[in-house]
């Protein structure tokens, strides 16, 4: 036997363990056929081809013990769903809204009992045959949570999703967030990543936003993986009609990531508004394509990029902003910044603008460089020691980003982190 | 009390285009105590800021000879920040903006910074310290939640200098051209903040290029500075009379062989 179809035959295996109907399998399987074929991606100024982000081992289904995380805090602002390893620790969906119709449930659950929504969306925003990656995704996929609003809902508490990755054990994680937002939803979502354990794993995260006409996403999302883990992510809305997708992503991994931002600006008058914040530390490696493409007409796609490199470690920033052909009256503007707090980081700022239509508006500013050496001078004169001006300088910095995030726990936890980091990863 | 001594100071600056240093103060001689008032004045582009910017440690300021002390301590090779805990404060002429920090909180890290860590200021004194200064400015409470400089209009940004000032209560005020852009009513407040202030604990360098400032902040001691260097001390009068005369006046009587120029240093 091939090791191909010995791989097929595992799949289908461990597929029928999880009582997975035909149709998931059947796009495991051509996924898997797909990896044979397909090459990793490749970012501009970035390389990561040498990193471990495939595991090699086969579909495993195992358990995660809800003992090892930290308990977490009640919180009554948020409607907390819990995810450890593959193992669904809580979901907490008030049953008001489960009467309206919102379904808040694992990915494995929804492909099963919401069969017609699951086949009509997943992975059709992000494609398996994109790249290596993408097909690894769909074939070795083993945890994952799924959201739907029904036409017209309006959520108004944040929805929080607490994924983390179980790295006790030897077992990547290969997670896919689906949620679709039918006309005229409204929904805030966050998730926060983070590792328990200190096993060195890969974990393969997608997120994919369906927002239909007229809906609304809020999406943040704190993303606090261990030093172990390598991270590919990718994350992308299809934006319909008059929608708004709002992204607002804490970037705070301390493991080598390399992901991508996507928003499908597809019906007319969709608005996306993309920002990440991002710091990095010791010898760390990040890398982030945050694109918006215009396709429909009078959309506005924004991106706001911020990052601070601190000590060894590098940051690369692609901004990529494309409007197409047809898509009269688009607004795209995007921002990248970087700031190097030391002589040994090195990091980048690039905007890419691929403009194919004439009447649109657009425009960019980047930066790469050290903190502001007028408002340092500023701070210092007024008693304020070197470090905790830094500080400052840095929060205000990335102020925007912060303040865009809806719950103020996250926020709280978000401001904590980059304290962390600054002070840990700042130059004597 | 407190001194600050300026002694045989000569500064150089790199000039950003030609990136040749270039000598600005050449020999300046100041020497002051807290109670004290002093003003220095002179025509653009004679040094004035320079000085300011030196005694305060703005990196690109580089001193070529001589030295200056603080309570008898050389401070040039100090860092800014040591500077301003041992007690020296500049109020700066353009005032740099700083996002996502607000200036109450801004504020209250300056003052911390000057107390010992089990001795930080209790949020009640802080509000009260500054709900009396900002009445004192006329302020409105509105600009302390406001980010730092951020979008503050020319007026706004001098007083909010002030209001530093008196929360910070520093030894040595370094006032740099303050009364710059200011409209009479906002000459006045900044004044009347400045003035509240004197006594034996507080010592203040005012640079102006106008007398009008010293007509509400009357100084004790008045210095000419031209190309450089101080070329002439005196009283209040000094000041008046440079009002009725110009520089070019003074100049020619002391028989200096000095071009002045319009140029804003």
């Known amino acids: ?428 | 009390m407190a001194t600050l001594e300026v002694k045989d100071l000569h500064v150089a600056v790199k000039d950003e285009e030609s990136k040749k240093e270039k000598e600005i103060l050449k020999g300046v001689n100041l020497s002051m105590k807290t109670g004290e008032i002093h003003a220095i004045m002179g025509p653009n582009g004679t040094g004035k800021s320079t000085l300011s910017q030196t005694i305060m440690g703005q990196p690109g300021y580089r001193v070529t000879q001589g030295d200056i002390l603080l309570n008898g301590e050389s401070i040039v090779d100090m860092p800014v920040d040591e500077r301003a805990r041992k007690g020296l404060f500049l109020a700066m002429q353009y005032p740099a903006e700083i996002q996502g920090v607000t200036n109450a909180e801004f504020l209250r890290a300056a003052i911390n910074a000057r107390r010992a860590d089990d001795d930080q200021i209790s949020v009640m004194d802080f509000i009260k310290k500054l709900d009396k200064n900002l009445k004192l400015l006329d302020m409105s409470q509105s600009m302390t939640e406001r980010y730092l400089n951020e979008g503050f209009s020319g007026g706004e940004k001098k007083r909010n200098e002030i209001l530093q000032l008196l929360m910070i209560e520093p030894s040595f005020a370094i006032l740099d051209e303050i009364d710059s852009g200011l409209d009479i009513d906002a000459l006045k407040v900044v004044s009347k903040g400045v003035n509240s202030m004197r006594g034996d604990n507080f010592g203040s360098l005012i640079i102006t290029h106008y007398q009008r400032l010293l007509n509400y902040i009357i100084p004790d001691t008045v210095h000419v500075m031209m190309d450089g260097r101080i070329v002439k001390t005196g009283g209040p009068d000094l000041a008046k009379k440079l009002e009725d005369e110009g520089y070019a006046g003074l100049r020619d009587e002391l028989g200096l062989d000095i071009k002045l120029v319009d140029d804003e240093d």
């Open chain 1, 1 to 428: 036997m091939t090791e191909l179809k010995a791989a097929r035959a595992q799949l289908a295996a461990a597929s029928a363990e999880n009582n997975e109907p035909q149709g998931l399998l059947d796009r495991r399987l051509s996924a898997r056929d797909l990896m044979e074929k397909l090459q990793l991606p490749r970012m501009q100024r970035f390389k990561f081809h040498d990193w471990p982000l495939i595991a090699d081992q086969p579909l495993n289904w195992v358990q995660s013990d809800p003992a090892l995380i930290p308990a977490t805090s009640k919180d009554d602002e948020v409607i907390k769903v819990t995810q450890f390893g593959q193992t669904t620790v809580h979901v907490n969906l008030p049953q008001k809204l489960q009467d309206q119709g919102v379904i808040l449930t694992d990915i494995f659950t929804a492909a099963r009992e919401h069969q017609e929504l699951f086949e009509k969306f997943f992975m059709t925003a992000i494609k398996p045959d994109e790249n290596l990656l993408t097909a690894y995704h769909l074939a070795y996929l083993n945890a994952g949570l799924f959201l739907y609003i029904p036409k017209n809902v309006e959520i108004e508490k944040p929805i929080e999703a607490e994924i983390i990755q179980d790295s006790t054990q030897d077992e990547p994680l290969v997670s896919h967030i689906l949620v679709i937002a039918d006309r005229g939803s409204k929904v805030k979502f966050i998730q926060h990543l983070a590792t328990v354990g200190e096993k060195a794993n890969p974990a393969n995260m997608m997120i994919e936003l369906m927002a239909q006409e007229n809906s609304e996403i809020d999406f943040s999302s704190l993303d606090e993986f261990g030093p172990h883990t390598h991270t590919y992510f990718k994350r992308r809305a299809d934006i319909g009609r008059d929608a708004h997708v709002e992204w607002a992503v804490g970037l705070m991994n301390d493991g080598n990531t390399v992901g991508d931002m996507d928003s499908e600006l597809l019906g007319e008058g969709g608005y996306a508004n993309s920002k990440m914040i991002a710091t990095t530390t010791h010898d760390q490696e990040v890398g982030v394509n945050n694109r918006v493409t215009n396709r429909g007409k009078h959309t506005t796609g924004l991106i706001n990029q911020r990052g601070v490199i601190l000590e060894d470690s590098e940051l690369i920033f692609n901004g990529i902003g494309q409007i197409i052909h047809g898509a009269h009256g688009a607004k795209a503007d995007q921002q990248n910044r970087v700031l190097i707090m030391s002589d040994k980081a090195r990091g980048d700022a690039n905007p890419i603008l691929l403009i194919d239509e004439n009447d649109v508006e657009a425009g960019h500013a980047a930066s790469v460089g050290p903190v502001d050496p007028h408002q340092m001078y500023y701070l210092m004169s007024r008693g304020i020691p070197r470090k905790q001006a830094e500080r400052m300088v840095i929060r205000g910095f990335l102020g925007a980003v912060l303040s865009a995030i809806p719950s103020k726990d996250v926020r709280n936890k978000l401001i904590a982190i980059l304290e962390r980091k600054l002070t840990d990863g700042q130059q004597d």
